[in-house]
T-cell receptor
Framework: DADVTQTPRNRITKTGKRIMLECSQTKGHDRMYWYRQDPGLGLRLIYYSFDVKDINKGEISDGYSVSRQAQAKFSLSLESAIPNQTALYFC????????????FGPGTRLTVT | SQQGEEDPQALSIQEGENATMNCSYKTSINNLQWYRQNSGRGLVHLILIRSNEREKHSGRLRVTLDTSKKSSSLLITASRAADTASYFCATHVRNSGYSTLTFGKGTMLLVSP
């Protein structure tokens, strides 16, 4: 089984709808991250969490919110989806410390029409 | 804003040839990492080089780091068709007590049989 899983893998939704993307991990890592990827722009950090009680905004947090329900679960919500939130969304995890290698989930392809 | 910028944006070579990708960044870093992404899938960590290291090897991969020039290079030797993917550099920067990775826009590598 994959160490980092994301659901759903694909989603099409309409403008104004609320949508939640979920991420679960079995790696036992404290740190979790949400990124979005747009063609030609690389990955940009939306939110990150270093433990269950720690939530931090990333580079592009506007229009998004997160919930860290447990060490293993980190959800990303779009309260009112808009078309320019159409992108590929990735969850990642890492240990703390200087090694800081991140492990990525398979991604969720979100289309907002 | 992007911390790391890869060059070239795209690279096309024949199997057996070497592939070199470069990454430039703007601010001081703790470490620099290279990741690989097969089309539309999650990123996979390849190699990490710390700021006090100049060169690192892993199998057919060789990474160099020049902190005076704020640049890194990734060399893939004897490339194979299976190396076709996008490659991203990511810089680890400490920011107000927290550390996050900032990804570049990537180099798309095509290896033809």
């Amino acid at each position: 089984d994959a160490d980092v899983t994301q659901t759903p893998r694909n989603r099409i939704t309409k403008t104004g709808k609320r949508i939640m993307l979920e991420c679960s991990q079995t790696k036992g890592h404290d740190r979790m991250y949400w990124y979005r990827q747009d063609p030609g722009l690389g990955l940009r950090l939306i939110y990150y969490s270093f433990d269950v009680k720690d939530i931090n905004k990333g580079e592009i947090s506007d229009g998004y919110s997160v919930s860290r329900q447990a060490q293993a679960k980190f959800s990303l919500s779009l309260e009112s989806a808009i078309p320019n939130q159409t992108a590929l969304y990735f969850c990642a995890t890492s240990l703390g410390g200087s090694s800081y290698e991140q492990y990525f989930g398979p991604g969720t392809r979100l289309t907002v029409t | 804003s992007q911390q790391g910028e890869e060059d070239p944006q795209a690279l096309s070579i024949q199997e057996g040839e070497n592939a070199t990708m470069n990454c430039s960044y703007k601010t001081s870093i703790n470490n620099l990492q290279w990741y690989r992404q097969n089309s539309g899938r999650g990123l996979v960590h390849l190699i990490l080089i710390r700021s006090n290291e100049r060169e690192k090897h892993s199998g057919r991969l060789r990474v160099t780091l020049d902190t005076s020039k704020k640049s890194s290079s990734l060399l893939i030797t004897a490339s194979r068709a299976a190396d076709t993917a996008s490659y991203f550099c990511a810089t680890h920067v400490r920011n107000s007590g927290y550390s996050t990775l900032t990804f570049g826009k990537g180099t798309m590598l095509l290896v033809s049989p």
